[in-house]
Structure formats: C-alpha cells, structure tokens
C-alpha cells in the first residue's frame, strides 16, 4: 500500500514510524525489502553505499562518502547539532529503527525535504568555501579529521562535488514529491 500511495507513506512516517510502534516495525519490514518497493518511494541518502554494496539500485540515491559531517558542520556551524532543515544530514526527521540492528535509519518527509532544500540553495560552492576553515574542522574533529587541514586543494574541491551532488539530489526528489531515509554507517 505505501509504495503505491506517496502520501499515505509520508503519514505513515509523520505520524508513527519509530521504532518503538507497530508502525516502526512494518517499515523495518519494508526496508528489509526494499527491493520490492516501487522506485518512486525509495530515494536514499546513504552515507557508506551499503545498497550499493548489497547491489541493488532503486530509486534515487545518493553516497556522501565522508563528506557527511563536513558538509553538516559547514551548513550549521556545528560538528554535531543544529537548527531544522540544515542539520538534517545528521538528526531531524524521524527515526525509524536501526539498519542491521546498528546504523540509525531516519525518514524526512516531503515537506522536511523541501525545507531542506530550500534550505542549501544560497551555498554555491563560493559560500561553502567561504565557511570552510580547514584548521577549526580539525580541532572540532570533523571526520575525517586529518583530512581538513592538509593545505592542498583536494578535501575543499571533494566538498564542493558532494554538495553538487546533494543539492542535485535533493532538487530531483523534491520535483517527484518524495521525502527520503538516511542512514549513516
């Protein structure tokens, strides 16, 4: 039923898909099998490629790689907190359970998703550079620490291809009217 009906499976997620709830339980169900799941409803933020590993390729999906918490902290200011939308690569939404009873699995809406993206369209790659600063990354232990700070042009064009990549991810997600699950391994 969720994967035919985009709005019944933004409800479902809204109003009791956490892990505690019977609700939480059939969505684990459903992310068990994603590959049955209609491509529609499947667009994934999936930090380490674990579909990619399991080989499958559903829906849209996107790999930040160790960009993760990078970008977070350049979009907050934070290495770990901050304000709804711009924090929603490491909380906000709704967590739906664990992924192989380890990896915290969120679900962000539509709506949150179009916060989101709203949210990053005024930093281009000119503003991203402008908030980096490899040394404070450094000492606030953003991973990969040793990375920031090397003095070389790599890490900051690496940052600037993967926020490419997500804002082009998100524009097409919120352009079907889907919200997305994130996982963070």
């Known amino acids: ?18 892990e505690d709830s019977a609700n939480g339980a059939a969505l684990q ?20 490629g674990w579909r990619k590993k399991a080989g499958q390729e559903l ?4 790999d930040l790689d160790r960009s993760f918490q990078a970008l977070h902290y350049l979009f907050t200011g934070s290495p770990y907190q901050g304000r709804e939308p711009q924090c929603f690569l490491l909380h906000g939404g ?32 000119e ?3 402008r908030r980096y600063n490899g040394k404070a990354m450094t000492a606030a232990d953003i991973y990969p620490s040793v990375m920031w ?14 926020l490419k990549d997500l804002k082009r991810f998100l524009e097409r997600a919120r352009a079907i009217n889907e919200g997305m699950v994130m996982c963070v391994r």
């Open 149 to 162: 700070d090397r003095g070389d042009d790599e890490a900051r064009n690496f940052l600037c291809e993967k």
């Open 59 to 62: 829906g849209p999906s996107l």
């Open 29 to 48: 169900a459903i992310l068990a099998n994603a590959s049955a799941l209609d491509p529609r409803f499947n667009s994934l933020i999936d930090i380490f």
């Open 1 to 18: 039923e969720l994967a035919r009906d985009a709005r019944a499976l933004d409800d479902f997620i809204r109003l009791g898909g956490n």
């Open 127 to 129: 503003e991203l550079m």
């Open 94 to 125: 709704r967590d739906i359970g664990l992924y192989q009873r380890e990896f915290k699995v969120r679900a962000i809406t539509s709506s949150q998703l179009v916060d989101f993206e709203l949210a990053l369209r005024p930093i281009d790659a």
